[in-house]
């Protein structure tokens, strides 16, 4: 006696949600990648949601088409994350130099997107001309300890 498709339907979501999971959390799956687990997390969620979203009757080949599209969601999506990151990043790395300059007297001008890079700005002070540079991995700080204006006067 074999199930009903609706049964073996609900067994098989509930093992997948399972396995998504499992895979999130990562301890039964030490050998995997973090970054490769998540990734396969989310294509199986994405997954389930496409094949519910499916009409009746839609074509076999359109069904094996949600594979490839929630593995292109999955990959969307951890781009979007990261690019998040890096822009979080490039927030803290201008306000990190923000702070030391204005510690040390120096005034800066407004940052400016270096040219071709959306990730780098740069900026330097009003004052002395001191130079700051900020990616949203490194940051260069060119500026003295002392801004000049402040050792003139
Ligand atoms: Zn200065």
Avoid at 71 to 79: G, K, L, N, T, Y
Wanted: charged share 25%; proline share 3%; hydrophobic share 35%.
């Amino acid at each position: 006696m074999s199930n009903s498709a609706e049964t073996e339907l609900k067994h098989l979501k509930m093992a997948i949600r399972y396995l998504v999971g499992l895979l999130e959390e990562g301890s039964l799956v030490p050998r995997y990648d973090e970054a490769t687990r998540q990734e396969i997390g989310m294509v199986l969620q994405h997954l389930l949601h496409k094949v519910e979203g499916l009409p009746e009757g839609v074509p076999e080949n359109l069904v094996l088409t949600t594979a490839v599209r929630a593995i292109v969601e999955a990959a969307s999506d951890h781009d979007d994350a990261a690019q998040q990151e890096q822009t979080d990043s490039l927030e803290r790395q201008m306000c990190e130099a923000e702070a030391w300059a204005s510690i040390h007297g120096h005034q800066l001008e407004p940052w400016e997107q270096v040219v071709g890079s959306a990730m780098e700005y740069q900026t330097s002070c009003e004052t002395c001309g001191g130079f700051v540079y900020v990616s949203f991995n490194s940051s260069y700080n060119l500026l003295l300890e002392t801004c000049e204006r402040i050792k003139q006067e």
